[in-house]
């Protein structure tokens, strides 16, 4: 059986430097976003510095490389509890790569995920390392997207790896 999920937030430009959109510098590319349903934080983006933005807020091509690490990571630990893998530490750099064309307009080219696992048995570093192709296979967000999404990780055990 299919299931349809939906998702809604919010998202308020706060750049108003007060005259608007009059031209292209006149205004903060400043924004929040929220989530409807109560308790959330509010997530304060901008555009990237290339672009004009603030450098110290979220711009979204980081948060879309985030979105597909996320993803990644979640499937990963559901797969590795039902394997009775135990993980006791996760950590990603993941990297994506962006190509603007001249009239401005850009589209990202790839996205790398290094997920760096530690486990507690070091006889199932093989099956761990197996399972990130099973969560890459399964990941909503990499699913959705239209360039390479790849993970190349490291997983290591104590006494072992």
Not at 102 to 115: I, K, M
Request: glycine share 10%; charged share 20%.
């Amino acid at each position: 059986m299919n299931r349809t999920h939906r998702y809604e937030v919010e998202v308020t430009w706060t750049g108003n430097t007060g005259t608007g959109t009059s031209g292209y510098r006149d205004y903060a590319r400043d924004h929040d976003v929220t989530g409807i349903e109560a308790g959330k934080p509010t997530i304060l983006g901008s555009a990237d510095p290339a672009f004009r933005g603030d450098p110290r807020r979220w711009n979204p091509e980081e948060l879309l490389v985030v979105s597909l690490s996320q993803c990644h990571l979640l499937w990963y630990l559901a797969l590795c509890a039902k394997a009775g893998i135990v993980v006791t530490a996760y950590t990603d750099r993941p990297e994506g790569t962006m190509s603007e064309s001249a009239e401005g307009s850009g589209v990202f080219t790839d996205v790398t995920l290094r997920p760096q696992v530690t486990i507690t048995d070091p006889t199932r570093i093989g099956d761990a390392t197996d399972l990130h192709h099973e969560a890459h296979r399964m990941c909503f967000i990499a699913n959705s997207v239209n360039f390479p999404v790849t993970a190349t990780p490291t997983v290591t055990a104590p006494n072992g790896g």
